[in-house]
């Protein structure tokens, strides 16, 4: 196979055979891959199919608490999680660029495979592309996913109602702060691990309890303050957030304060902001608490009439100001 | 909305907003994607699905007879298509590096919306990274595709008996040969055009005919010659095609020999390989002439059981040679 990735390698010829075998093959184990079709043909289904694609272009490739093929499963899996879907399908293309080490393929192949397993989906078609060297940057990949939408479940961003209890898992920011962090050569006495995990178990287990979850949305670029922009938005209401009950790790903050960056703007990839009716919050704070993934979730505020469209956050000192939608240029390739 | 792509296009802020709403959502007008949700949910379907993903990186961006978006629908459809599966939709993630002329993507999306039109799939969910100068070259396209496998149909490579007759659905070559000719800067009195084109349409009528259709694969990378290699691979065949049976268009030929290639080996984007029982030969063959993406089909060999694993081609001269599967470089970044 070599110690490199070489054009030919993504040719169709022979040695694309080879890296199809002893890689790919070898970790994505899955039936459907090892049939070599043009497309996997499943088992029959039946229910509201739910679909999703993300490219993921994250620098550096590995990064504390991931790498961009752990990104690249959990990512899309979280994004049909967000519409209440059960996954079950990945499919998984690459692009290569001439010249990235094997082993470094391999360690990515291998994390995508264990984050497969973790997530209980499939990874049941591929895709291999080679461009030549500084045509890409060493490796892209691109997931797409499907799911199953249980019946009575009907999450959306425009279901927000005033009187919304509003929920996030976790603490905001570790993702976007890892990256940052790492790119910017910071050493921390422990490094700040990236957030990165797939969230379908926690919400299986949200849902469980109560299927009437109005809205889950997945944190990811733009962090906290993007999602709740956009569910204000899409939804024709206000929100209120209250800054002491947002959860933020204190590196996250040290590190937020050095490099001039806000925990609530900062990408996550492994935390949900879920919006329900009043009744139902403190049984799914519950629930959440009990989850590994949600251990530190909190309430963070309600959904109002007023204000529509607009995000109000209220400081520990009782002033507010307003969370704009993120303008201008965010950390690029953070995912 | 800007002359050319900016990283804060990429950053799911106000301009990515921006992007989306004044180029994706303009031409790939689907509700939803107009939803703006993490996971697109469709309507209930009952089936076998099918699902396959190819990554999109040709270059140049245009060529004569298409461009990569037109490309990144078709070659998808078609995937889907040879498994006999009617394809229902298309996700679409885009890398775009900055500075790419904003013409040049909003021409790549119009083809792709037009192109997925005449195929009759939805694209229903996308996604947008921008990463910087030189970390890509100008525009990625990944498309995943999900169809439906009607009940009584199964085409697998795998399928191929001693006695089928193998068909092609028109002259090999064009694409592989619209993209060198252009590479090399090569002019002709007629510029040799891709037949890149969603063959979805072409296979829903054989099948209508005949659902008994053992093999159905597109001669994409590698050509003729790797397909039925892979055919004979899978199924555990001989195959032997006769030469002056596969139609090579005179342009081809000419640059072929021009360029020292050989046709059988470059790749096609609208021709496709079918295997079929034998008393069902002539009948497939009137319906794929009678289709516009068939007219030039021929019937161009047949399956034995000697021989298994290896194509023999026969020439017009009554001598043989073994048609290998292509090793080494091919012609990178073809599609």
Redesign the interface.
Known sequence: MGDTV???H??????A?ELLDDLFLRYLGDDELH???????????????????????VQPLFFPGGDIGKLAVCGTV???A??G?VPL?L?????LEEGLPMADLERVVASMAATAREADVRI????T????R????RL?I?T????I?PPGIHI???NARPGDQILVSGAVGDHGLAIMTQRHGLRFESPIQSDCAPLSGLVQAMLAVCPGVHVL??A???GLA?VLN?IAG?SRVGITVHEEAIVVHEAVSAACELLGLDPLYAANEGKLVAIVPPDAASTLLEVMRAHPLGAEATIIGEVQAAHPGAVVLRTAFGTQRLLD?????????IC
Do not use: C, H, W
């Not at 592309?129 to 030549?132: Q, S």
């Open positions: 070489l054009l030919a993504g040719s169709g010829g022979l040695l055979r049939a070599l079709e043009d497309a996997a043909v499943l088992s029959p289904i039946d229910g509201r199919l739910a679909l999703t694609t993300d490219s993921y272009v979280n994004d049909l967000m519409r879907a399908y499919t998984a293309g690459f692009i049941v078609a591929g895709d592309k080679v461009v030549g500084g045509a890409a940057d892209f691109n797409a996913g499907v799911g939408v959306s961003a425009r949305r997945d990811t670029r733009g993007a956009e899409q939608m993120p303008a201008g240029e965010l950390l690029p390739r």
